[in-house]
């Protein structure tokens, strides 16, 4: 091959890759506190956890790739129904209210909710949140457990917060009384001991059980389709379980 020849094959070559189409990719909304499900890993920079992993698997089954971004979990949804982001893939329970407004994928895993307090509390607290009285309950902003708390007469001062991270902070320096949020999620930030002085609600039992799955925008059936899928997929051969027993969920 002369000189001339070659400079034609590599210009070929180089418009071939210029023009190649791009992989197809798709916005994902995953919080930054969130652990193990979704979290800012402070080494990489990036966002990880459970439901990190799982939507670059579901993408990768699909034929698409999932751009992961960080955002507040009280923004997940109108990120999502203004296309600022594409997909929701966090610790977000299924329930009637998001449900009017947003599509969910087949579900991932069921989990509810549970109580921390102090580990000098003395107090019971029973189902139907019985004993919070006059008790000072902190929860996350836009959570199920926030909805419901609310509509409770007579359990005592509900504060929101901005993270699970600020309500443990509260709850262990003595500041609140009762901390709620998602089990698996405390329990993993428990395990890691940086809260000393903290613990859950013995025999507390969920009172808003329900299951995670990915959201997607009502009108984007196609793409709800391709989840579902490919969700199937991974659940039969057992990459959702490792993905889980990976993170410390099963």
Do not use: C
């Not at 990719?25 to 919080?31: A, E, H, I, M, N």
């Not at 990489?44 to 089954?61: C, N, P, T, Y």
């Not at 610790?91 to 009637?96: G, R």
């Not at 004993?131 to 509900?158: A, C, W």
């Amino acid at each position: 091959m002369n000189k001339f020849q070659k400079l034609v094959s590599f210009t070929a070559a180089a418009i071939f890759i210029a023009t190649a189409p791009s992989a197809e990719s798709y916005k994902v909304g995953s919080t930054a506190t969130g652990v193990p499900f979704t979290f800012l890993d402070a080494k990489s920079g990036q966002i990880e956890g459970m439901m990190v992993d799982l939507i670059h698997a579901v993408g990768e089954e699909a034929g698409f790739e999932a751009d992961v971004n960080a955002v507040d979990f009280s923004s997940l949804i109108p990120s999502l129904n203004s296309d600022r982001i594409d997909l929701i893939s966090a610790a977000m329970l299924i329930t009637p209210a998001r449900e009017a407004v947003i599509s969910f994928s087949d579900p991932v895993m069921p989990y509810g909710e549970g109580l921390i307090v102090h580990k000098d509390f003395t107090g019971t607290i029973g189902g139907g949140f019985s004993g919070l009285e006059g008790k000072v309950i902190g929860v996350q902003q836009g959570t199920v457990y926030l909805e419901n708390l609310q509509k409770i007469d007579g359990i005592g001062e509900v504060r929101a917060y901005d993270s699970l991270a600020d309500i443990l902070s509260e709850v262990n320096r003595g500041r609140i009384d009762v901390g709620v949020g998602d089990k698996p999620i405390v329990s993993y930030q428990m395990s890691q001991g940086t809260y000393q002085n903290i613990k859950f609600v013995e025999g507390y039992e969920s009172q808003f059980e329900g299951s995670i799955a990915i959201g997607v925008r009502k009108d984007d059936t196609e793409l709800l389709e391709r989840v579902n899928a490919a969700l199937q997929v991974l659940k039969d051969n057992g990459t959702v379980g490792g993905i889980a027993v990976k993170w410390g969920l099963q």
